[in-house]
């Protein structure tokens, strides 16, 4: 990961402005000049890659039931978010844009305009994810970095054992590893798990209120990147930036436009 900069990534997008892991979010967050987009993927119940949070459908669409019992063509009739019709209405969008995307479309639609950050999700319903997503990064030539020297796409979850799966495949893949804490902890990593994490991981995403400079600068010592998540307040992100965090997850890509 870049070792200088503050990286904004777009979580699932501009989400705060366009339904989340939606092509209309992912294009919106790529004119207001974001550095990544963070999208999810879950696999459908004929094998195909799709772009989602949840592992079911009920809250952003129309219909109940689990991504993994579906098949693709089923989860295009859906169209993603219950306020649609209303941003359809703001953003000039056709319903058509707001069809669950699978990850191919979302790549061939935004490939060469920004990088990805892209979140293995509920690893133990779908068999072969981790082989199927890196199968894709290669045929679409995310494996590598761009003409900044940035990676061109990176991996990140909160499934330790995804990671390590995808790192035996393709070790050159970026991985960070998603940690959370509790309410009010401080982030603090035991020698065992930062001994683990070295083997694999290039950095790791953490929820920004258990940050501290302490434990940036062991991590940063470690050779490990630090990203925040999921900040939309303007004051905690330049607190994060000072502290000498590597970027943060945001609904609001334009955070820090002012």
């Keep these: ?3 200088d900069g503050f990286l904004v990534i777009a ?10 892991n939606t092509l209309p979010s992912f294009e919106l967050a ?18 195909e890659l799709v772009v989602m949070h949840d592992d079911e459908v009920d809250r952003t669409t129309e219909s109940i039931g689990k991504i993994k019992d579906h098949t693709l063509a ?23 844009a707001y069809e669950i995307p699978t990850l191919v479309e979302v790549i061939e639609e935004m490939k060469g305009d920004i990088r990805f950050v892209i979140e293995l999700k509920d690893t133990e319903q779908y068999f072969g994810i981790e ?10 030539g995310l494996i590598g970095t761009d003409s900044k020297g940035y990676p061109k796409a990176v991996v990140h979850s909160f499934d330790e054992e ?7 495949i393709d070790p050159s893949i970026p991985l960070l590893q998603l940690i959370s804490f509790d309410d009010g902890e401080e982030a603090e990593l035991s020698k065992k798990k930062l001994k683990d994490l070295l083997s694999y991981a290039s950095g790791i995403g953490v929820s920004y209120e258990a940050l501290t400079p302490p434990f940036v600068n062991t991590m ?3 050779g490990l990147a630090v990203y925040a998540y999921t900040v ?3 004051e905690a992100a330049l607190r994060l930036k000072a502290m000498g965090v590597n970027g943060i997850h945001t609904n609001e890509p334009d955070l820090l436009d002012e």
């Design 1 to 3: 990961m870049p070792e």
């Design 11 to 20: 979580h699932r997008g501009a989400s705060a402005y366009e339904p989340e």
């Design 30 to 47: 790529e004119e207001l000049d974001a550095d990544y987009i963070e999208l999810d993927v879950h696999l459908t119940k004929d094998g």
């Design 74 to 96: 089923e989860l295009k009739e859906l169209t993603a978010d219950e306020d649609k019709d209303e941003k359809v209405a703001v953003s000039g969008r056709n319903e058509e």
């Design 131 to 140: 082989e199927k997503l890196v199968d894709v990064m290669s045929e679409y």
């Design 162 to 168: 995804a990671l390590k799966k995808v790192h035996k």
């Design 220 to 222: 940063h010592g470690e």
């Design 232 to 234: 939309n307040d303007a």
